[in-house]
């Protein structure tokens, strides 16, 4: 039996889709790995440089169709966070916003023009975009936002700020969204547009091997055709946040597996007390645990693919697998933590730049209450939201 995967859900993949994920593995294992400590340590890492190896592996936009994306299922895309992830939540937030959030946008919501502009050059990596939906007063309810785009003739005119914002500072393109007279739209913002500002947020504990920006819009003038034209209202984010949200289903786990894979292995080598920890009753508790969870969410995870895959996946689907994984990862890296005694807090080992990183993971993409009032919703009609 694989002590990582005791429910065999590796049985439940095909063979394809366990080979886009085994690529994956051995990009993260030679070219990822060896450097995050590095870069957890020192706040940053070469995004721009990955992204285009990212995009030769062809992980970026690779569920959509066309325009130079791999167009795979969308459970191969959820292996790929899986594998991306078991390296570090920054890398698959790369991956996750310049796919699913950026690209997704323009593909959903994109002119033709916007889409063979745009896609090609992100799929490869050569061009990187963020997204920008919250704003410094408000992230659980984006519907406050007050990011503005007035028309002035043809053209429109932006102001305001947007904060958190993934791969900002590095951006060529910025999706963001503001209100306008016909409710809130996307737009098409290069980076180098006057009036454009990004700002790194420094001193960050968590995901520190990702950039997160504050954008800032200060009368930035943009032509007619920097609208996304099929852009409608506050649904228009939230599809994309739903896309990005399914990767993070499967990604969260691949941090959970790493965590249990070096908890295994310290046990079985750290002697306490003049025997092996993994030999003690309460080391074999916690480690069962969390192949339990780690099981449980795998099998949560592939299912969650299926109906995405099939057509039929709903919101409340992708918020119970995004509460459900991203809790029992976290409760994975925690406990892997104790396991590894004082070395659990270094970054010789990865739990707890896991543990941490998935502090934000737990918050972005829809905290956990917020998926709990989803679900709860669903269950009882009524929204509890306000
Ligand atoms: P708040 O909305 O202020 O929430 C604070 C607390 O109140 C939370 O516990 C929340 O669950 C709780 N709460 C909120 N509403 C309710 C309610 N109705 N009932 C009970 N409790 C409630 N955003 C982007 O647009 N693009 C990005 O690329 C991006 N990247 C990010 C990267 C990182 C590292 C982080 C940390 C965040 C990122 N975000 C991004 C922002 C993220 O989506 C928001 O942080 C998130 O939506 C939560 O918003 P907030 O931080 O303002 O918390």
Not at 331 to 340: C, S, Y
Not at 342 to 351: D, K, Q, R, S, W
């Amino acid at each position: 039996m694989n002590p990582l995967d005791l429910v065999a859900a590796d049985e439940l993949f095909s063979d394809e889709e366990l080979a886009i994920r085994d690529t994956v593995r051995r990009f993260c294992a030679d070219r990822i790995r060896p450097n995050l400590a590095t870069w957890f340590e020192q706040g940053d890492l070469p995004a721009r440089e990955l992204a285009v190896e990212l995009g030769a592996i062809g992980v970026l936009g690779m569920h959509l169709q066309g325009y130079g994306c791999a167009g795979t299922n969308a459970v191969a895309y959820g292996l790929a966070c899986h594998e991306l992830e078991a390296a570090d939540s920054g890398v698959r937030s790369l991956v996750s916003v310049q796919g699913s959030l950026a690209m997704y946008a323009i593909y959903a919501y994109g002119s033709e023009e916007q889409k063979n502009e745009w896609l090609p050059q992100m799929a490869a990596g050569t061009k990187i975009g963020c997204f920008g939906l919250t704003e410094p007063d408000f992230g659980s309810n984006p519907a406050g936002m007050r990011t503005t785009a007035k028309r002035d003739g043809s053209d429109w005119v932006l102001n305001g700020s947007k904060m958190w914002i993934t791969n900002g500072s590095i951006a060529d393109v910025a999706i963001v969204w503001a209100r306008t007279d016909e409710g809130i739209r996307g737009f098409l913002v290069p980076t180098s547009s006057r009036g454009f500002t990004a700002n790194t947020v420094h001193g960050k504990l968590s995901l520190r091997a990702s950039i997160t920006s504050e954008l800032v819009f200060e009368d930035l003038r943009l032509p007619a055709d920097a609208l996304l034209p099929r852009s409608k209202g506050l649904s228009s984010p939230l599809a994309c946040l739903n896309e990005a949200r399914f990767g993070i289903v499967f990604g969260a786990l691949g941090a959970g597996r790493d965590c249990l894979e070096a908890a295994i292995s310290y046990a079985s080598t750290r002697e306490v007390f003049d025997k092996p920890l993994s030999g003690y009753q309460l080391t074999q508790a916690k480690l069962a645990e969390m192949a339990l969870e780690l099981g449980k969410g795998m099998l949560l995870a592939e299912r969650i693919g299926r109906l995405k895959d099939n057509g039929t996946l709903k919101p409340e689907h992708v918020s119970m697998g995004k509460l459900n994984n991203v809790r029992a990862a976290l409760q994975i890296a925690r406990e892997a933590r104790t396991i590894l005694g004082a070395n659990g807090i270094t970054l010789e080992y990865p739990v707890m730049r896991h543990a941490n990183n998935l502090e934000s993971v737990l918050t972005y993409e829809g905290t956990s209450e917020v998926h709990l009032l989803v679900i709860g919703q669903a269950l009882t009609g009524v929204s509890a939201f306000r």
